[in-house]
């Protein structure tokens, strides 16, 4: 065999995992499909702005083993995300803090929030919520959900809220602090020029091949490698010969602004649901390029059709059965290991596909 590894797929399950076995002394061929490197966080330089492609994307984790190893690749700048709410014209700090509640009702303290938070669930609770809106309800009350949650997630989702199962919204963290932080990680950033140098810099020293769809010519590839990892859609992978998985589609449109600043912030949603986009990103405020342009993302979410790229997961049960008789079929596998979002059909962090992929690094060893 020519090499030990074919890995399907540059993203960052896939170049991570080549990187780990490259550095064991293992030959990787990595093929990709598309011109460009690092699946979903390809970023490209534009008006000296790192304009991220497929989506806005912010590193955040609390796993100091996956910090560490970004960090020995990239340095991160001290990013936090503040996103902003845009319902109707009026603008709400997110997550819901504070601050959010002085816009609401004017709430001074968070006894005086807690007591208006806390008298509208009791009013409106339902003791077994049977759907997304009831269960939005019961954490959070009616007046954040019907200005900050209800539009945004029938967008999202391409649903009326109580067409949705209730286990889409876990939690909803309330927070009682004046804190605009978003997330509540340890650690926080993007890097300081872009996720494609992280990709270069891991695939270093790797033969990598774009423009190449591994089933245009799947026996060929298959015969040079003694194992594959394979980071595309498990049920291409195996003919969909149980049935298609199901995604929700994006679609984005960027526009270069002739001006220095549009929004003052990267991310902003717009949470009714007469605006058909779900957010704008404003790609400087990621990181301060110097720029006397802008350039900003509309984030329009839209039904999936095959064919077209595929972004999030629908984890319902019909799908998650699905999924497990692929899954099946996968265990029974010598040659072939699945990895990523599209190979394990789940949502991940990058964190956590840092995180999986040196997981299967290890278990090869074994
Ligand atoms: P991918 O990036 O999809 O890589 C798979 C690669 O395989 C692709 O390049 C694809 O072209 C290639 N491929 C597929 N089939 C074939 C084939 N047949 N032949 C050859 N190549 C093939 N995570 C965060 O931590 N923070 C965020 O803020 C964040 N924001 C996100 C925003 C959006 C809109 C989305 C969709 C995701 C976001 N994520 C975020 C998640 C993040 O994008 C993923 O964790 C990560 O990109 C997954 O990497 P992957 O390698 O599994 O998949």
């Known amino acids: 065999m020519e090499y030990d590894y074919l890995i399907v797929g540059s993203g960052l399950f896939g170049s991570v995992f080549a990187h780990e076995m490259n550095k064991i ?3 990787c061929l990595v093929i990709e499909k598309r011109s460009t490197i690092g699946g979903n966080i390809y970023t490209q330089k534009e008006e000296n702005i790192n304009v991220h492609k497929y989506g806005a994307h912010i590193f955040h984790t609390s796993d100091e083993e996956v910090w560490n190893y970004v960090n020995q690749f990239i340095k991160f700048n001290r990013f936090t995300n503040s996103p902003i709410a845009n319902y109707k014209g009026e603008l709400y700090n997110l997550p819901f803090n504070m601050n959010t509640f002085y816009k609401l009702w004017k709430t001074k303290t968070p006894a005086e929030a807690k007591e208006i938070i806390e008298a509208e669930k009791e009013e409106y609770k339902t003791e077994n919520p049977a759907n997304l809106e009831e269960q ?53 950033g993007i890097p300081l020029d872009g996720y494609t140098e992280l990709i270069e810099k891991l695939l270093d020293g790797i033969e990598v091949k ?85 350039i900003i993302t509309y984030e329009y979410p839209k039904t999936w059709t095959k064919g077209e790229e595929a972004y999030y997961p629908v984890n319902d049960d019909k799908n998650s059965q699905l999924y497990e008789k692929y899954a099946k079929l996968a265990d029974d596998e010598d040659k072939i290991i699945f990895g990523g979002r599209l190979g394990m059909y789940k949502y991940m962090n990058m964190d956590q596909v840092i995180k999986e992929a040196l997981n299967t690094v290890k278990e090869e060893q074994q």
């Open 136 to 188: 939005a309800i019961n954490l959070v009350g009616p007046t954040i959900y019907k200005i900050l949650i209800k539009g945004y997630t029938e967008k999202q989702w391409g649903k009326p809220c109580n067409e949705l199962p209730s286990f889409i919204i876990k939690r909803l963290p309330v927070r009682f602090t004046y804190d605009n932080n978003y997330f509540n990680d340890l650690y926080q």
């Open 210 to 294: 774009t423009d190449v769809n591994y089933f245009d010519d799947k026996e060929k590839w298959d015969a040079i490698a003694d194992k594959v990892l394979f980071t595309g859609m498990i049920d291409e992978y195996y003919n969909y010969c149980y049935g298609e998985l199901e995604y929700r589609g994006l679609e984005f449109k960027s526009e270069t602004k002739d001006i220095e600043n549009y929004q003052g912030n990267a991310v902003v949603n717009y949470t009714e649901a007469e605006i058909p986009y779900t957010r704008i990103i404003e790609h400087k405020h990621f990181e301060d390029s110097k720029s006397d342009k802008t």
């Open 25 to 27: 002394g293992k030959k």
